[in-house]
C-alpha cells in the first residue's frame, strides 16, 4: 500500500484530525522540530484530546507535521538503567512514551487503542487488518531524532505481532551476557552517570541534531570493565542507542522535557512503504493515541484513549511542480532525511522572500565539497537530494545563504 503521491499544491488546504465533530484543521505551515511550540509557529487550532493531549498538525506539501503537548509530572528517560549499590548491579527504571496507532485504509474500527491492539490476543489493529504505528520513545529514540516506526499485521504475513518496519531500530538492549552487570558503560569517566549511549563515534555525532538534550550527558559506548572504580549509586543507560536505518527511521522528531509538561513534535515524509498509511486526496485515516508514564506490565493502562480519531485529507489537489501558494514565515533549513545516509538525502529549506540563494556542502574542515544551488529563488519551499556516493563515510556540513541569513547543519554518510 505505498503512497501515492509527492508533492501537492495547498491552496485552501484543510485536512482535519476528527474526536467525535471536534475538528482539528491541518494548516499549511512548516514546523521547526525543536519540542517547543512556539508562539505562532503552529497555524492550526489545538486539539485537546480526552486523555488531555494537545495535538497540533500541519503540511507544508513535502512533509506531514504532528505535535503533541502533555503534562507529566517526571520526566523518565531511565528505562532499564542499570545502578550500582556498591556491591551488584540490577536494573530498573521507567520511560516516558506516546503512540499514534494508524490505519492502514480500512473502513470502521474494533477499538483502536493499545490495550486492544498492542497486548490483545492477537487482535491487534483495526479490523484484524495492519496498522501503522509511530512509538516515540523518551530513553530509546529521542536522542537521536527519531520516533520507532512500527506496525501492527494481520494481513502482511498474517502474523497479528507487534513489527518494527524493515531497517534497523535506534536501539539495542544493554544487557548482562549472565554476568549481572551491563555489557557496556560510557568511554572515559566510567561514573560519570551519563543519561544515553551511543554505539560507536559516527553514532555520537548524529547525537542531538534538533538540539533538545542539554542538560543530559551522553558519551560513546565501551565494553563493559568489572574491574573501573565505580561508587554506590552510580547508573548506566540501559540501551545503548545506534543510527537508525530503512523504513523504521521515517519519522523524525524532538521531544522535550520543560517546566512539567513533554512536547513531541513529528515530521514524516508523505511518501512511504508498504507499512505506512497513504496519504490520498479524497480519503481519511482513522488513528488513535496513547501515552505512557511507563510502570511495566501495567503500562497499557496509562493514558490509554480508546476515542477514534479520523485524519481527513478531504481537500488535497495533486499538482505537478513543487510550488507552494502560502510564503513561509521564516527562513527555515531541515535537517536532512534520512540522517544518516548512503548514498543519498534530501535536504529542504523554506524561503519567506526572494533572493539570490545558496545551499553547498562542505567538509568538516571546512573544504567546499558541492554546490547544490546558486541561483535567484522566489519565495516558497525547496526540495533537493544530496548524493554522496563518491564521498568517503563521515560527518558532513551543508549551508544555507540568503539574503543576509545564513543557516547550516551536519549530516553523517555511512
Known sequence: MKNVFTVFLFSTLCFSLVAFGQT????????????????????????????????????????LYVSASWVDGTENIQKNEWSFDGSAWSKSGNEDRVAFIWDMGLNGSDGASCATMCHGDGFMSTNNGTVDVWHWKAARGNALGFTDDKYFNNVLGGDGGRHGDPGTSAYSDNADDGSGFPSFMASGDPGANTSFLAKDAATLAAFDPFDIISPHKYAEAVAFDNGAAFSSGDVIPGYVLRNPAGDRASVQSAGKYENGVWTVEFRRPYTGSDYDFEVVPGSSVEFTHEIFDNTGSGHPNDG???????????????????????IPNSFELNQNYPNPFNPSTIISFSLPMEGITTLKIYDVLGREIITLVDEFKNAGVYTYEFNAGNLSSGIYIYSLQSSDIRMTKKNVTN
Open 24 to 63: 482539528l484543521n491541518v494548516t499549511p505551515g512548516t514546523s521547526v522540530l525543536d519540542g517547543v511550540v512556539s508562539p505562532g509557529e503552529w497555524t492550526s487550532a489545538p486539539l485537546v484530546t480526552n486523555v488531555g493531549v494537545t495535538l497540533n498538525a500541519m503540511a507544508d506539501g513535502q512533509y
Open 304 to 326: 490509554m484513549d480508546a476515542t477514534l480519531y479520523t485524519l481527513d485529507f478531504s481537500v488535497i489537489t495533486d499538482v505537478d511542480d513543487q510550488l507552494f501558494t502560502d
